[in-house]
């Protein structure tokens, strides 16, 4: 192992905290932290005058991501578990985050607007654009569990997508 943290998408809803446990299952036997990502941003087209509108939203995200925390620490007590919270969209931050990191894990669908689709945006996003590992933990239990998606070299994305296979915790790592 190169020591390299597992890293989570966490926004507090169902499917963020079966990704958060699923990232904390992985990380366990790997000896490596586990670092709990959340994003905030203001959520309206207009840009706030008021600073401390801002430090409220700022401050809810801070919340989130402490919840994100406790639960980790609760599904894997004794693991080193560390919170991270940025200012930005969910797929620009896990991206960035995910430079000192050796696998992403993110759920299948967040707490944005549209229950009904399978799939969020930030769950299409990350895979196509991280240049590591990335598992994205369906919202509900299914048959096969977690896919995990492996970048291949962006010189042969134009002619392959990268492929999928499915992962479990502490299993077909890279």
């Known amino acids: 192992m190169d020591g390299r943290a597992v890293l989570v998408g966490f926004d507090a809803s169902p499917a963020a905290e079966r990704a958060l446990r699923w990232a904390a299952a992985e990380a366990t036997p790997r000896g490596v932290p586990l670092l709990v990502c959340h994003a905030w941003t203001w959520p309206y087209p207009l840009t706030p005058h008021d600073e401390d509108a801002l430090k409220i939203v700022q401050s809810m995200g801070a919340l989130a991501v402490d919840d994100g925390v406790r639960l980790a620490r609760q599904a894997a007590p004794g693991l080193d578990v560390r919170p991270l919270l940025v200012k930005g969209t969910p797929p620009g931050a896990l991206l960035e985050a995910s430079a000192d990191a050796a696998l992403i894990v993110i759920g299948a669908r967040g707490a944005g607007g549209f229950d009904k689709l399978p799939i969020g945006s930030t769950a299409l996003h990350v895979p196509a654009h991280a240049d590591r590992p990335v598992i994205v ?35 077909g790592r890279p």
Do not use: C, M, S
Request: glycine share 22%; aromatic share 0%.
């Open 137 to 171: 933990v369906p919202a509900h239990e299914q048959r096969g569990g977690a896919k995990r998606i492996v970048p291949q070299d962006p010189a042969r994305r134009g002619h392959q997508g990268g492929a999928a296979r499915g992962a479990g915790p502490g299993r």
